[in-house]
């Protein structure tokens, strides 16, 4: 367990450094990654590359962004982490928010592994 909490906080060291090649230094090459927000599902990317060129194009939405773990919890082949969420805006978005805003939120990320790597990351908030 301790080996998928160190691949888990490099993820999200990499997150918050801005740092893409670290947070998918642990993935699997056919990397699955699901955002569900409010209750429905509003992306899914298959695949390293595609995961990669996504994490680049959202450096740009924000000036900051944090996660920080509150937890883990480890079961067979997943572990869930409950994360808190800070960013400052960097643009306006479609729904209302606006450049500066800063947006705080409380979801959680389930990290799915096989053979030592992250090959599911699903992000609930």
Known sequence: ????EQMIRNYVEGYNEYDTDKMVGDFDN?????NISHGQ???TLTGLAAFK??????KSYFSKRRQF??????????TEIEIDYFAILEMDFPNGL???DELRL????????????????????
């Open 106 to 125: 409380h979801g959680k990320s389930i990290f799915q592994f096989f053979n030592h790597k992250i090959i599911k990351l699903t992000d609930i908030s």
């Open 1 to 4: 367990m301790i080996n998928r």
């Open 69 to 78: 773990i509150k937890s883990f919890q480890h079961k067979d082949d997943t």
């Open 30 to 34: 056919n990397i699955v990654f699901e």
């Open 53 to 58: 060129e996504q994490a680049e194009v959202a």
């Open 98 to 100: 606006k450049k500066g």
């Open 41 to 43: 599902l509003n992306m």
